[in-house]
């Protein structure tokens, strides 16, 4: 099982970063390379860059289970103001770069946000976008899945399948996340099905990443709140039998659930639990035991 969660970048950087998926007994992580709501980003060191690689190297850790997320605010979708769209543009080819010096192969981009244009026009800027991002070298850019809040384009396959049709390198790949899946109206407990429709359009092998989250709206309610494992709506079995998924064995599961009372990352207790594969009843009880024991 290759699993993870989203970690900090803040201390030490990458490092950091590794050090606290290996304390949460992740072989896989996730991070931003600063705050996900802004743009603000310092110099990369080039010494932990080379500790962190040599603490992966250690622990067997493979570098395609490090996965980067661009921050939010980018939006390729919309181009109405075009010095706007040019820097969410140029913002993301120096994350590729950053990624590049990082040595880390795949960076999870949200398509965009339509905000008053019309979906197709949207969908072909964001292809437009990538074009002028992309290189056939550089670390390859997957597309998530959204749960279609407001205006967000690619909450259905069909609109990542045209987002990806109009872009020319072969190098860019999706990321499935089930919470998005779940709150974008497609019924995941059948994920062979879903797999099946993903291979279809897409293609199985663009699938590089998963992200792992319970939701805690129904199906359909184009929400996107995330939940811990088992206290949401999609529930502990469907998640669990999505991490033993033969098809998908060797692709990441990321966690992005939320921290309890915003304080406590419940991610070492939600890894052991889909490790043992069952759900721990009282999750949150002993996240918060655990780390106020540490204080
Ligand atoms: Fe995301
Ligand atoms: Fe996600
Ligand atoms: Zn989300």
């Known amino acids: 099982m290759i699993l993870g969660c989203h970690v900090n970048f803040t201390n030490e950087q990458l490092l950091g970063s590794v050090k606290q998926a290996l304390d949460y007994g992740a072989n896989a992580l996730m991070f931003y390379t600063g705050a996900p709501q802004n743009t603000i980003r310092k110099d990369l060191d080039v010494e932990k860059i080379k500790e962190a690689h040599k603490l992966l190297k250690d622990n067997n850790f493979a570098i395609e289970n490090v996965i980067c997320h661009a921050p939010y605010i980018v939006n390729l979708a919309n181009n109405k103001d075009l010095d706007k769209w040019h820097f969410s543009i140029n913002f993301l080819k120096q994350e590729l770069k950053r990624c590049q010096e990082l040595g880390v192969k795949y960076i999870v981009v949200h398509p965009g946000s339509a905000v008053g244009i019309a979906k197709d026009i949207a969908l072909k800027n964001i292809s437009d976008a990538l074009n002028l991002i992309i290189l056939d070298d550089s670390p390859m850019i997957l597309l998530e899945t959204m749960a279609g809040k407001g205006t967000e384009c690619g909450s259905t396959l069909e609109e990542i399948k045209i987002i990806i049709d109009n872009v020319e390198s072969k190098n860019i790949g999706i990321c499935l996340d089930t919470c998005h899946l779940n709150d974008a109206g497609y019924d995941i407990r059948n994920f062979d099905e879903l797999l099946k429709k993903v291979d279809e359009l897409i293609g199985l092998k663009k699938v ?22 088992g206290l949401g709506k999609i529930g502990f079995d469907v998640l669990y039998n999505i991490t033993q998924n033969e098809l998908l064995k060797d692709v990441p599961k990321i966690l992005e659930t939320p921290y309890i ?9 939600e890894i052991a639990s889909l490790k043992e594969g069952k759900i721990n009843p009282n999750l949150i009880e002993d996240i918060k035991n655990f780390y106020k024991k540490l204080l």
């Open 208 to 229: 590089k990443c998963v992200h792992l989250n319970d939701s805690k709206n129904e199906i359909g309610m184009h929400k996107d709140r995330h939940e811990n494992l």
């Open 261 to 269: 009372d915003k304080e406590y990352p419940p991610y070492k207790f």
